[in-house]
């Protein structure tokens, strides 16, 4: 690391800023499936970036055509004007999503995304004369981002509880992990399917007729890989056809062969009437978000006089040429290279190889779907969490870049991973557990 770099002034986002000034850890660049360090050192990327980097980095395709559109049209605005790339992306992604998921509504983030499709769920009920429908289930454990609507419908407690009253007319479903029930499962874990009744409850308590909607991740992805029993989507949708509630699929994570298939929402069988995405819409090449909506709901809002605004809701860098352009080159090599299909033939390595972790010190659960795994840690007592932040320097420091939340390590590696590197991940997770207390 450069000495005369001053890390003070950048406060940085959900990390120990004191702990990581005093031990930082900076990366200088990327390829494939290798991060470079500043002071030279090649990690594994274990994680594609952030869950997001699913071609690897750095591809040479995408990479031009970021090139090449910035210095052709770097921006226009997408208010009441357009570019050609942003309606082809909105093309091709409805082309590829399930259903009739037929429209495309760009944002620069999952966070956007998710507090975009919420507005759009309250505005449908009320565009078709239901504006008492207002409330939103999300569910225990559930991340939808960061913005004052994520967090409300979100369930993990330190993203909320500084954040004072939060948006009003929330509820949540409960979370799908059961260590007692589960542990160890592979893929989808047996137990659960029952969980997803509980939204009968919640629909009684508060009357169907104030619910506008639940927003669920199909597999929750930074609580830590809760994987969901087989039919537990399939009845919360029931629950909600039966209850006229609009089911929201965050597949921020999900999406883009994570699961195995082009979108959870094809891996489970379940259509959502709205899906939020980011993250690998772009491989994390450059920052952007889509709202994927039904048919029915966009024809909903497409009434009154010609000339009004139906949507009162956009952003500056809305459908941004450079990250639709990122997104264009994506959705091609994920298409050219085969690799939605290449995670479900890896699926079933990285599970193995996961789970010849059971045994190994402080391990409690090992779960798994498509190229997502989690390996979950005992606390050590009294100082929660410190296993797995150990286990992320130990692992940094033999050349793997891991992801931890509370004591559970989580991988979501590049899909262009191959065998080798596979066992590399695992070796080096294996190690690293016999060398901590
Ligand atoms: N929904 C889901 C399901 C996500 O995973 C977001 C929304 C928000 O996306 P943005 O682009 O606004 O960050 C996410 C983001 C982790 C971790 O540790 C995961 C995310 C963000 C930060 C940390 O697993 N996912």
Known sequence: MSSALNLEPYWMPFTSNRFFKANPLLMASAKGMYFT????????????????????HCHPKIVAAIQTQVATL????????????VFELADRLTQ???GNLDHAFFVNSGSEAVDTALKIAIAYHRVRGEGQRIRLIGRERGYHGVGFGGIS????????????????????????????????SRGMPEWGAHLADELENIVAL????????VIVEPVAGSAGVLVPAPKYLQRLREICDRHGILLIFDEVITAFGRTGSRFGAETFGVQP??????????SGAIPMGAVLVDKDIYSAFMTGPEHSVEFFHGYTYSGHPAAVAAGLASLSVYE????????SEMAPVLEDAVHSLKGAPHVIDIRNIGMMAAIELEPRPGEPTMRATE??????EAGLLIRTTGDVLALSPPLIIDADQIGQIVDTIGKALQSIK
């Open 37 to 56: 360090t500043t002071d030279g050192k090649k990690i594994l990327d274990g994680i594609a970036g952030l869950w997001c980097c699913n071609a690897g």
């Open 74 to 85: 770097d921006y226009a605005t997408a208010f009441q004007l357009g570019h050609p790339g």
């Open 96 to 98: 590829m999503a399930p």
């Open 153 to 184: 419908v979100g369930g993990m407690s330190p993203n909320r509880k500084m954040y004072g009253a939060l948006l009003p007319g929330i509820d949540h479903l409960p979370h799908t992990h059961d260590l007692a029930h589960n542990a160890f």
């Open 206 to 213: 508060h009357d169907a007729s104030t619910i506008a909607a």
């Open 273 to 282: 009437d709205l899906i939020a995405l980011a993250k690998g819409l772009t």
């Open 336 to 343: 050219e290279e085969g690799l939605y299909q290449r995670a």
């Open 391 to 396: 286990m992320f320097r130990r692992c940094f």
